[in-house]
């Protein structure tokens, strides 16, 4: 099946650059510049994206939530983190031609550790709902 070219994002949403190969290969991914508090992200669902039964891979919304976890964490600490638990809910199903949007906060942070909320929407509709926690990466003298 051929692919369409990627429709307009979100109203607020703009390319992401500088991402990683495994990003590259499954986006393009969108961030949303504006977020007063946490990360919101964006991608539009592809043939490329989903199973056998047709519907947006569970493996590819728990990658596309991570990473956007992990931008929260950044945000809120000015740190990277990688991830050490993610504990994620499917709630609802997502098919191609459908916008993708994952939101996620930072609900706790220590020296070392970052406790993350996230959620993943189609319009009204509540796909996932996760939590985490990340480790912050330190220089070797911090």
């Known amino acids: ?3 369409t070219a990627t429709p307009t994002p979100p109203d607020g949403f703009e ?3 500088n991402r990683g190969a495994f990003a590259i290969h499954n986006g393009p991914f969108y961030y949303e510049t504006a977020s007063a508090e946490g990360a919101r992200q964006a991608f539009f ?3 490329r994206h989903t199973n056998g039964y047709g519907l947006v891979h569970g493996g590819m919304i728990s990658a596309f939530l991570d990473g956007t976890m992990s931008q929260a964490v950044r ?3 000015g740190k ?3 991830t050490v638990q993610f504990s994620l809910s499917y709630l609802h199903m997502a098919r191609p031609g459908e916008w993708l949007i994952s ?3 930072v ?3 220590t020296r070392d550790i970052v406790f993350v909320e996230g959620r993943v929407v189609v319009g009204d509709l509540d796909v996932v709902r996760a939590s985490a926690v990340f480790k912050l990466m330190h220089d070797r003298n911090g």
């Open 45 to 47: 669902a592809e043939a």
């Open 107 to 109: 609900v706790r942070s």
């Open 103 to 105: 939101e996620a906060k």
């Open 1 to 3: 099946m051929t692919e």
């Open 15 to 17: 390319l992401a650059a």
């Open 80 to 82: 990277s983190g990688v």
């Open 75 to 77: 945000r809120a600490t």
